[in-house]
C-alpha cells in the first residue's frame, strides 16, 4: 500500500449507524484519529437523528436523509469553524446517532411507600407500580440533558434516573387528581392518563416523550383497606332504613328482655309517643271545634343527629328510639330539627328526653 493510500484510508467518506441492538439510545461514531472527508456521505436512517458536535458545542441536527457534507447542509459548523467561504480539507467532529423509536415496555415502581394527606383518611403510605414506554424528541437536548458525551447510552443507564423522576411526578399527579383514595382501583386508566399529562410536562426539557404510562397496581395497608371497606359501606347504607331494622330488632330484643331493662325503654318511647298523641289529639280537637273540619295530620318530628363527626339522618322518633338502644344516640349528642337555630344536646328536646330515662349507662 502506498503512502497516498494510507493517507486516503485515514479520511472517512461514509458515515452510518445500523443498530442491531434493542436498547441503545445513543451511538457515537467511531472516528478514532481518523478525520471527516469534505462531501462524505451521512446516512441518517428512519428513527435516527444525526447529532454534530465541535469542542463541546452542540452544533449541526440531521433528520433522516442522505447528506452530502458541505459549507451548505452544515450551517452551524461552519460558522463555529469559521469557514465563510467553503472549505476543502478534511474536518474532526463528533458525531452521535440518537435512537427516536419508541423504547417500550420499561417498568417502574416506588422503592419506599409514597405519602399522601387524605382529607378523611389523614396521612397514608401507598405502593404502586406499573409499565411506561418513551421515545427520544429532541435529540440534541438529550445529549446536553441526559446523556453527555459517552460512546453509548442505554436504555438501562437512562432508565434509573427516569424511574426517580417518575415516581416524584406520579405523587404529585396523584396528590392533585383529586380521585378519592378509596377510588384508586377503579381509576388505573384515570390514574395513568394523570401521570402522562404530569410527566410530560417535565420531561419535555429533557428531550423526552413518554408515549404510554401505566399504573399496573396500587397497594396500602391492610388497616387502610379495613377502614376504607368500612367508610363505603357506611356511605352506600340507607340511613333510615338502617335506624328501622335497627328498631325492630331493639323492640324484639325488649321484648325478649323484660329484666334487663326493655321494659323500661319502651316506656320511654312509649312515653314520647304519647306526648306526641296528646299533642295530636288535642290540636285535632280545637281545630274541630273551631272549623267543624277534619284538619291534615300534623308533621313527623325528626331530628338530625351528628353521628362520627358527620349529618346524618333526618330520623323520626321510632328510629331515634333504636338509635339511643344501640348507643348511636345519647344525652349529649347533637340534634337538629326545622326551627331551632343551633344544633342542640339531645337531652334538650321534650321529645327526645324520654327516650333516655331507662337506657343503662354505658360499660366502664
Known sequence: MGLFDKIKNEFIDIIEWVDNTKDTIVYKFPRYQN??????????????????????????VFQPGMYDLTTNNMPILST???????????????VFFISTKQFIDQKWGTKNPITLND????????????????RVTDAAKFIKEIAGTNESFTTDEVAEQLRSMIVTKFTDAVGEG??????????????????QDKLNTDFLE?????????VENVSMPDEL????????????????????FNTANAIKDAANNQGLGGAGIGMGVGMGMGNM???????????NQTNGTVPPPPPIIQFHVVVNGAQAGPFN????????????LNKTSLVWKNGLANWLAADTQPELAALFMNVPPPIV
Open 35 to 60: 478525520e471527516i472527508k469534505n462531501g462524505a456521505k451521512l446516512t441518517v436512517r428512519e428513527s435516527q437523528v444525526a447529532v454534530f458536535m465541535n469542542e463541546g458545542k452542540i452544533a449541526d
Open 80 to 94: 463555529l469553524k469559521g469557514w465563510k467561504f467553503g472549505f476543502n480539507s478534511p474536518f474532526k467532529v463528533d
Open 119 to 134: 382529607v378523611r383518611f389523614g396521612f397514608i403510605e401507598l405502593r404502586s407500580f406499573g409499565s411506561f414506554a418513551f
Open 178 to 195: 383529586n380521585i378519592p383514595v378509596e377510588k384508586f382501583a377503579a381509576n388505573m386508566e384515570e390514574l395513568s392518563k394523570l401521570g
Open 206 to 214: 429533557y428531550g423526552l416523550t413518554i408515549t404510554k404510562f401505566l
Open 225 to 244: 383497606k379495613k377502614e376504607i371497606f368500612n367508610y363505603s359501606r357506611l356511605n352506600a347504607i340507607d340511613m333510615n332504613k338502617l335506624a328501622q
Open 277 to 287: 298523641m296528646t299533642n295530636m289529639f288535642n290540636q285535632t280537637g280545637m281545630n
Open 317 to 328: 322518633l321510632q328510629q331515634l328510639q333504636a338509635m339511643a338502644a344501640s348507643g348511636q
